[in-house]
C-alpha cells in the first residue's frame, strides 16, 4: 500500500532515518489517508529522543516534551514529532503518571487507543500494521487495542472517542469495546467536562449524529448527559408525534442541515451548525418535568420551551461551553415552539421579540422539527416555513426597522430635539420602535421626531 506523503512530512522522516533513527507518520493521518481523506493534521513517531529531534532541525518547539513531543516548523507549518513510548500507569483514568521512552515501535503503537488508530507508515518500510487495523478499516469496525476494559481503564476518555469515531467514520463498534465502554462508563466522571464536551459535539457534527442512541443504550449518556435519559423516558402519546421525547430530539438532530435555504450560499458556518445541533438535542429537554395527561390519555407539554432554555442553559454550563454557545442555543430552544404566522407583520413583531440575527437558525431548527414528527405536520411543516422565510426576506430586503438599532432616530436625535436625558428617553424610543414596527414607512427622522412630540405633548 502506497500513501502519499505531503512534503514536509517526507522531509522530516527522510531526515530522521538518514541519521540512523527510525520514524514513521502515525495514527490518525494514517487512517484518513487510507480512507481517501486530506489528514487535518500529520504525526510523526520516531526511535529518536526529544533532544536528538532537536538537534536535527532548525526551528522546533517544545510542546509536550516531558512525554517526548517536539514540534518541527517547515514552511511555518508545524508537525508533532514523538518519541516512541510506553505509558506508566493511568492512576486519574487520563494521563499516565509517567511515561518512558522506547526503541520499540511495537511497544509504542501498543499503547494506542483503536486499531484503525495503531498504524504507522513510511515510505522505506510501507504499512506497519501490527493490529490488523486495515482489516478493520476495511470492515468499518471501532476495536480497541489489545484488551478492550485496559484501553478504557488507561483513559475513560477513549470510550466517548469510540463513539464520535463511529458517527464520524460511520463505524459499527466491536462488541467487547462496546461491552468494556458499558462496564467502565462511570470512570468518564474522572474526565473533565471541556472534554466530553469537545467529543460530545464532534459526535453531534458528524454525518451520523443518530448514533448517540448506542451512547444511550450503553448507559453512558447516564453519566454524561443524564438529561437525555429523561428524555428517553418521557413518552409522548400525541397524534403529533411516533416516539418518545429522546427518539424525537435525534431524529430531529439529524434533520438539521448544515446547507440550508436558510443559510447563506456557503451554508451556515461551523459555530452556527454546532449552534443548531446542540439546540436540536437540547430543544425539549424540558419537556420531561411539563408532562401532562388528559383524559383522553393524551400528553401535553404546556410551555415546555421556557424551562428548557434555562435547563439548556444549565447543562451547557456544567459542560464548560462557550458563552456564546450557551447564549444561542438556549436562546434558540426558548423560541424553537414560536408560532411563526408568514405575514409580514407578525413577522416583524417577531424578529423584534426574537432577534433577527436568529431568525435563520431558529427557522432550520423548526424545519428539522417538525420534519421529526408524524403526518400531516411533517408534509406541511417545510411549506409553511418557506411562506415564512419569503416574508423573513422582504422585510431583510426592505431593510425595515426591527430594533432600536434600525430606528431612524437615536437618543442623541432626542436630545437635541430637547428631549431631557433619562428614562422616558429610552421609553421614547422604545414607543417609536414599536410603531414602525406597525408601520415600517414610518422610519424618517422628521417622521419619529414628529411622532416623539406628539406622544410626549412637548
Known sequence: MVIELPKQVKQIIDTLQEQGFEAYAVGGCVRDAMLG???????????????????????????????????????????EVTTYRVDGAYEDGRHPTEVSFTASLTEDLKRRDFTINAMAYNERDGLVDLFRGKEDLEKGIIRCVGVAKER???????????FRFSAQLDFSIEEETL???????????????????????????????????????????????????????????????????GLHVLDTVQFVRRMSEYAGEGGFTKDEFRYLRLAALFHDVGKPECRETDEAGVDHFYGHAEPGAELAKKILRRLKADNA?????????????????????????????????????????????????????????????????????????????????????????LI???????????????????????????????????????MTGK
Open 37 to 79: 481523506k486530506e489528514p487535518q493534521d500529520w504525526d510523526i513517531t520516531t526511535s529518536a529522543l526529544p533532544k536528538q529531534v532537536k538537534a536535527l532541525f532548525r526551528r522546533t518547539i517544545d510542546t509536550g516534551i516531558q512525554h517526548g513531543t517536539v514540534t518541527v516548523l517547515l514552511d511555518k507549518v508545524g508537525y
Open 152 to 162: 478504557f481503564s488507561e483513559d475513560a476518555l477513549r470510550i466517548l472517542r469510540a
Open 179 to 245: 461491552e468494556a465502554a458499558r462496564e467502565l462508563a462511570g470512570t468518564l466522571r474522572k474526565i473533565s467536562a471541556e472534554r466530553i464536551y469537545a467529543e460530545l459535539t464532534k459526535l453531534l457534527l458528524s454525518d451520523h449524529p443518530g448514533r448517540l442512541l448506542t451512547v444511550y443504550e450503553y448507559d453512558v449518556t447516564e453519566i454524561i448527559l443524564p438529561e437525555f435519559d429523561r428524555m428517553f423516558e418521557t413518552p409522548q402519546h400525541h397524534p403529533a408525534h411516533y416516539a418518545n421525547v
Open 325 to 413: 454557545t450557551i447564549d444561542t442555543v438556549s436562546r434558540l430552544v426558548r423560541w424553537h415552539d414560536y408560532p411563526f404566522v408568514p405575514e409580514e407583520r407578525p413577522l416583524r413583531r417577531a424578529m423584534h421579540k426574537i432577534g433577527a440575527d436568529l431568525f435563520p437558525l431558529l427557522l432550520e431548527l423548526r424545519r428539522g422539527d417538525l420534519a421529526a414528527h408524524a403526518e400531516p405536520y411533517r408534509s406541511s411543516g417545510p411549506e409553511q416555513m418557506q411562506k415564512v422565510w419569503q416574508a423573513y426576506l422582504g422585510i431583510k430586503n426592505r431593510e425595515e426597522c426591527t430594533s432600536l438599532k434600525d430606528l431612524a432616530v437615536n437618543g442623541s436625535d
Open 416 to 454: 437635541a430635539a430637547g428631549f431631557a436625558p433619562g428614562k422616558e428617553l429610552g421609553e421614547v424610543l422604545n414607543r417609536l420602535l414599536l410603531l414602525v414596527i406597525e408601520e415600517p414607512e414610518k422610519n424618517q427622522k422628521e417622521i419619529l421626531l414628529a411622532e416623539a412630540v406628539k
